[in-house]
Structures are given as structure tokens and as C-alpha cells.
């Protein structure tokens, strides 16, 4: 089986930098994805990391170390309309997208 | 390109009756998805299609779900009889192929009185 852990909150400042972690336990994937999804809204994917390493867009990059299943999104310049919920995600050699359980970003001003 | 089309937006029924869930994905995308959320479950991922054969459908949670693809461009889910505890936010996804992201519809508001 698989199974992704995420801190359920994050909080943090404009134009400050946030780091959301993700550790997984999977047989076998892909890759590592991120998506964020706003209140009543659906899930839009940011950030795809297949190999080892730094992955950059803008003022969000993403990080992958299959060693250590660890991953992180890194938020840069921090804006009001950043504050949502960012899930990671893997697509297992299943093929289907196993998602984690989401972390919550508040942005205060 | 309209994205992925998921109809109806809302859908309140009572406890008992059928409820049909449909997806439009996009066209030209040979994967689709079928999730459901809960601030409890998070996203759980349903039943999923590759070239509209179902390849995995162990997180069907019971007989009561069903789901077809009839076509490339059209999915249904299918949820009868209607549970209370069945309320959630039900969303299509699609993808152009491995490895590929996915791109959701806007979902479905499910409530079951």
C-alpha cells in the first residue's frame, strides 16, 4: 500500500517563505506532485518532480529525495491568495494518483 | 479547451433514491478519475479508467457505487440506494497519459438527507 503524511496547518506572513513537507511510504511511483486547491474549489496541479531534486515555477518550487521518501513545496513571497490547501501526491506504478491528507496554509497580512 | 465537465454542480436528494454523477474529460485524455472528498477522508480516490476500461476499483466503498465509461468523452458514477453518510464533493479528473497531471472538474456538492 501507500500512504503520505503532511502537517495539517501551516501559517505564515506575506512576503514571507513557507515550507510544506511530505514523507510518503510507497512500493514503487512515478513521481511526486503538488496541488492546491482553494475553499469550494478544485484541486490544480503546481508542481511535478520526477526525478531527485530542486524543481522550479515561479515563486513555488518543489523538492524530491527518493532516499529519504521526503518531499517539500516551497512557497516564496508569500501572498494573500496563496492561503489554500496544498496536497502532494504519487502515481504509483498502479497508475492511479494517491493523494495526502492536505496541509492548510493561512497567510496573514 | 473547457476542461474537464462534471454535471450537476449540486445535487440534493433523499436518503434512498439514485444518484447519477456524470464527467465530460477532457478531449484527448486517455486516463480518467473518480474521487470523493470529506473533511474526514480527504481525497480518496474512487475507481479509475485507462482508455475506458476500469483498472482499479478497490476504493469503491460498496455495491451501492457503480461507475461506467461508456466512451472516451463521457463517465458516469452511480450511487444507489443514496446513503447520508455518502455526502461529500465528488470529483472527475482526467490525464493525457502516465505520468501526466490531472485535471479536475469542479466537482459535484453531494448532500443526502
Known amino acids: 500500500g501507500q500512504s503520505l503524511e503532511q502537517p495539517s496547518e501551516v501559517t505564515a506572513v506575506e512576503g514571507a517563505i513557507v515550507q510544506i513537507n511530505c514523507t510518503y511510504q510507497?512500493?514503487?511511483?512515478?513521481?511526486l506532485s503538488w496541488y492546491q486547491q482553494h475553499d469550494g474549489g478544485a484541486p490544480t496541479f503546481l508542481s511535478y518532480?520526477?526525478?531527485?531534486g530542486l524543481e522550479e515555477t515561479g515563486r513555488f518550487s518543489s523538492f524530491l529525495s527518493r532516499s529519504d521518501s521526503y518531499g517539500y513545496l516551497l512557497l516564496q513571497e508569500l501572498q494573500m491568495k496563496d492561503s489554500a490547501s496544498y496536497f502532494c501526491?504519487?502515481?504509483?506504478?498502479?497508475?492511479?494518483?494517491?493523494f495526502g491528507p492536505g496541509t492548510r496554509l493561512s497567510v496573514l497580512p | 479547451d473547457a476542461g474537464v465537465i462534471q454535471s450537476p454542480r449540486h445535487e440534493v436528494t433523499e436518503m434512498g433514491q439514485e444518484v447519477t454523477l456524470r464527467c465530460k474529460p477532457i478531449s484527448g485524455h486517455n486516463s480518467l478519475f473518480w474521487y470523493r472528498q470529506t473533511m474526514m477522508r480527504g481525497l480518496e480516490l474512487l475507481i479509475y479508467?485507462?482508455?475506458?476500461?476500469?483498472?482499479?476499483d478497490s476504493g469503491m466503498p460498496e455495491d451501492r457505487f457503480s461507475a461506467k465509461m461508456p466512451n472516451a468523452s463521457f463517465s458516469t458514477l452511480k450511487i444507489q440506494p443514496s446513503e447520508p453518510r455518502d455526502s461529500a464533493v465528488y470529483f472527475c479528473?482526467?490525464?493525457?497519459?502516465?505520468?501526466?497531471?490531472?485535471?479536475f472538474g469542479s466537482g459535484t456538492q453531494l448532500s443526502v438527507l
Open positions: 518532480n520526477a526525478l531527485d
Open positions: 479528473a482526467s490525464s493525457p497519459g502516465l505520468n501526466e497531471k490531472l485535471f
Open positions: 501526491a504519487v502515481r504509483n506504478y498502479g497508475q492511479n494518483f494517491v
Open positions: 510507497t512500493s514503487g511511483f512515478y513521481g
Open positions: 479508467f485507462n482508455n475506458n476500461v476500469p483498472i482499479d
